[in-house]
């Protein structure tokens, strides 16, 4: 389980999730030192199907790219890549918000949510410029 409390320090750059890109198959879930990735699911109906993507709770990423790649040996030239579809992607802190409201999740998602997806990447980005 992951530390709670305030943060001590805001990282320079989170992780955030595509969802158009995500499958939701958890290889991320898997990798993450802080646990703060969640597997999200709407249901669309009987047409349509459930949608599932992987979600970064932002209050808890501490930036260290593990669920973008594995990190290895100086020595070794390769990438070991953990997202098989890329959805994953490291953006600088004062620019999450922004990032999250365009790709964190179908619109209507993001609309019902905004205040704890993109009000809290603003707030993270405030504490990071006052920093």
Request: glycine share 8%.
């Amino acid at each position: 389980m992951a530390k709670q409390g305030p943060r001590k320090k805001v990282p320079k750059e989170l992780a955030v999730i595509n969802a158009d890109n995500c499958t939701g198959c958890e290889s991320c879930l898997e990798v993450c030192p802080v646990d703060c990735i969640v597997l999200m699911k709407i249901d669309r109906g009987i047409v349509k199907g459930t949608q599932q993507w992987c979600e970064i709770d932002l209050e808890r990423c501490v930036g260290c790219e593990v669920c973008v790649h594995i990190p290895g040996k100086k020595s070794n030239p390769y990438d070991l890549k953990v997202c098989p579809w890329d959805a994953i992607e490291m953006v600088p802190t004062e620019l999450v918000a922004t990032v999250v409201a365009e790709i964190g999740g179908p619109p209507e998602y993001i609309q019902e949510n905004w205040d704890r997806l993109v009000g809290t990447a603003q707030q993270l980005a405030e504490l990071r410029a006052g920093a």
